[in-house]
Each structure stands twice: as structure tokens, then as C-alpha cells.
């Protein structure tokens, strides 16, 4: 596997086949290896990216503290067959005098966009330069984050890039709790109270989920008429913010 942290180094890196990139921000789980496995079925090269991206991140959110295991997920990508780690560094990314948004509207104003204003100017943004520097032939997402995978698929369109976006099933524990990077801020009573959001969303009816949910700090759980339509919330649990949804329609990205 090889190790890119410069966009020079990426832009020379000779192109075997069709490209898949998988954009990451890291501390990988099976989520994550999920989306390596499918893009090494389907391409020739994978490119994962983990870069944790500031643009996406709120003032008060936990960028600082957002968790990080270079070695190790060095490793599992090593171990899942992934040809290229790409590891940018944010000054490069982003240089002074950087002032050049992509901004899909009106599917980024509901649900989180509502509640993380600016954070899917940050993910459409981050995720553009990415297919601009890899240029892949697909990329992967995880239905896990459906508006994101709505907005990723909206721009492409919008944009007329030529990539194909696969957007792959939510993993879960096995106790239903979709797999985060986010769940190693739970502490094991607060893992026991998330388990109400899976639970909720099991429901697919958003009056039921709302009255499994009551005693938990909500943001949202509301029908989203993404392709799938999804049933989605967003619960805080102490100081740990989790997201998930379940498909109503569509069976195979459950
Ligand atoms: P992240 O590192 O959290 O930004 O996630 C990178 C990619 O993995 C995104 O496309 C996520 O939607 C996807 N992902 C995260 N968690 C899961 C999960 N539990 N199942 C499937 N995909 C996931």
C-alpha cells in the first residue's frame, strides 16, 4: 500500500484501471471496510482518503477532539487491500485566501443542515477537490449518512463529473447500533441509552419513533424523500451527537 500525504504525490501516482476512492475521516471500522471491500470488488485501484476535514465542523463541535488512529488504520486498510492511503494535510487543502465553496442548496438546508449550518457546504466542498485530485472512475459512501450521500449524488449531477457514486448499506453492531467513529465518546450507560435510536428508526414510522425517543435530547426524526426515502434522526446522548436512518423503500441499502 502506498502512503500519500501531498497532492503533488496523488496527481502522480500512475492510473491502473478504473478508480474507486473511498473518502474517510479515519478511526475505521466495519463501516468503513465495508465501503474498501465493495471498491475492491469494483476497481482496479483504491484510493482511501482520511482527511478529517475542518470545513464540516461547527464552532462549538468536536473537531479537536475527533478521534485518531494513524497506525492503526493504517494497518486495517493494509489488510483490506487498499492500494493508496491518502493523507492530506489541511494547510494544503485548504491554503490562505482559500474562498471557493460548492454549495448544493436545498438538500443541505433540512435535518443536519439545519442543525450543523455550513457543514454540507464543508462535505461537498472537501469532497469535490477529492474527486478533483484522485479523480476516480466511483466512489464509495455509506447509506449510514444518507443527506450526505444525497448531497454527494445531487452535485455530481449538478456539476456533470463523470463519477459513478455507489452508496453502500449502514453496518451495525450487534446490538443494532450503526457503527461510528463517534461511538468511543459513549460511555458504556450511554451505549445502553443509544440503542433507543435504532430501536426508534426500527419502527419506520416517525410518530412511533418519536414516542421511543421522548426523554432523549432530539434534534430530528423526520421521513427524508432521499432516493431511498429514509426515516432519520439525530439524538444527543451526554455529549455525544448520532445520527442514523433506515431506508422505507429500496430494500438492499438497509
Ligand atoms: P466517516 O469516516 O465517518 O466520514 O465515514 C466515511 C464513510 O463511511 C462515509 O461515506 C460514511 O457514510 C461511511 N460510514 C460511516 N459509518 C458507516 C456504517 N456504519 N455503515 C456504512 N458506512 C458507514
Not at 49 to 67: I, T
Not at 168 to 179: H, K, Y
Request: proline share 7%.
Amino acid at each position: 500500500m502506498r502512503i500519500v500525504r501531498t497532492i503533488a504525490g496523488m496527481r502522480m501516482l500512475s492510473r491502473i484501471g478504473p478508480v474507486g476512492l473511498v473518502p474517510t475521516m479515519g478511526v475505521f471500522h466495519e463501516g468503513h471496510l465495508s465501503l474498501f471491500r465493495a471498491a475492491r470488488a469494483e476497481c482496479d485501484t483504491v484510493v482511501v482518503s482520511l482527511f478529517v476535514n475542518p470545513a464540516q465542523f461547527g464552532e462549538d463541535e468536536d473537531l479537536a477532539h475527533y478521534p485518531r488512529d494513524e497506525e492503526r488504520d493504517l494497518q486495517l486498510a493494509r489488510d483490506a487491500g487498499v492500494d493508496v492511503l491518502f493523507l492530506p494535510a489541511a494547510d494544503e487543502l485548504y491554503p490562505a485566501g482559500f474562498q471557493t465553496w460548492v454549495d448544493v442548496e436545498e438538500l443541505s438546508k433540512p435535518l443536519e443542515g439545519e442543525h450543523r449550518p455550513g457543514h454540507f457546504r464543508g462535505v461537498a466542498t472537501i469532497c469535490l477537490k477529492l474527486f478533483n485530485i484522485v479523480r476516480p472512475e466511483r466512489a464509495y459512501f455509506g447509506q449510514k449518512d444518507a443527506q450526505q450521500a444525497a448531497v454527494i449524488t445531487r452535485m455530481v449531477r449538478d456539476l456533470d463529473l463523470e463519477i459513478d457514486i455507489r452508496v453502500l448499506p449502514t453496518i451495525r453492531d450487534t446490538d443494532g447500533l450503526a457503527l461510528s467513529s463517534r461511538n468511543t465518546y459513549l460511555t458504556p450507560d450511554e451505549r445502553k441509552r443509544a440503542l433507543a435510536l435504532p430501536r426508534a428508526l426500527a419502527t419506520k414510522d416517525p410518530v412511533r419513533a418519536r414516542a421511543l425517543l421522548n426523554g432523549l435530547d432530539v434534534d430530528y426524526v423526520e421521513v427524508a424523500p432521499f432516493d431511498p426515502p429514509v426515516l432519520a434522526a439525530a439524538v444527543r446522548i451526554g455529549r455525544t451527537r448520532l445520527i442514523d436512518n433506515v431506508p422505507l423503500s429500496g430494500g438492499d441499502h438497509e
